[in-house]
Nanobody, 124 residues
Framework: QVQVVESGGGLVQPGGSLRLSCVAS????????IAWFRQAPGKEREGISC???????YYTDSVKGRFTISRDRAKNTVYLQMNSLKPEDTAVYYC??????????????????WGQGTQVTVSS
């Protein structure tokens, strides 16, 4: 059974950091693209980062230079290191896969497997 489970969210002050984890089960995550999305209240789900099996990485403009996606093959886990957090980063963060090698952050509806999400709140 294909599953992804996020963790690591929480409350952090502006300028702070968090590291989110996406643990995969039922498949070998480094064979496929894994993407991170977020959804703020009243807004559409937004693709923010993706990593391919080649370890090519992609970021949406609003997080470039602040967020870093990486994977730990031994742990079958993908991470999202988030630095210099801003209040506008507040959202529920999800990881997802469609068991493909390509990233497609612009079309969340094409991803079949989603985690339950983890809340990130950036506030003083």
């Amino acid at each position: 059974q294909v599953q992804v489970v996020e963790s690591g969210g929480g409350l952090v002050q502006p300028g702070g950091s968090l590291r989110l984890s996406c643990v995969a089960s039922g498949f070998t995550s480094d064979y496929y693209a894994i993407a991170w999305f977020r959804q703020a209240p009243g807004k559409e789900r937004e693709g923010i980062s993706c990593i391919r099996p080649s370890n090519s990485t992609y970021y949406t403009d609003s997080v470039k230079g602040r967020f870093t996606i990486s994977r730990d093959r031994a742990k079958n886990t993908v991470y999202l290191q988030m630095n210099s957090l801003k209040p506008e980063d507040t959202a529920v963060y999800y990881c997802a896969t469609d068991l493909r090698q390509a990233c497609n952050m612009l079309l969340p509806r094409t991803y079949r497997y989603w985690g339950q999400g983890t809340q990130v709140t950036v506030s003083s």
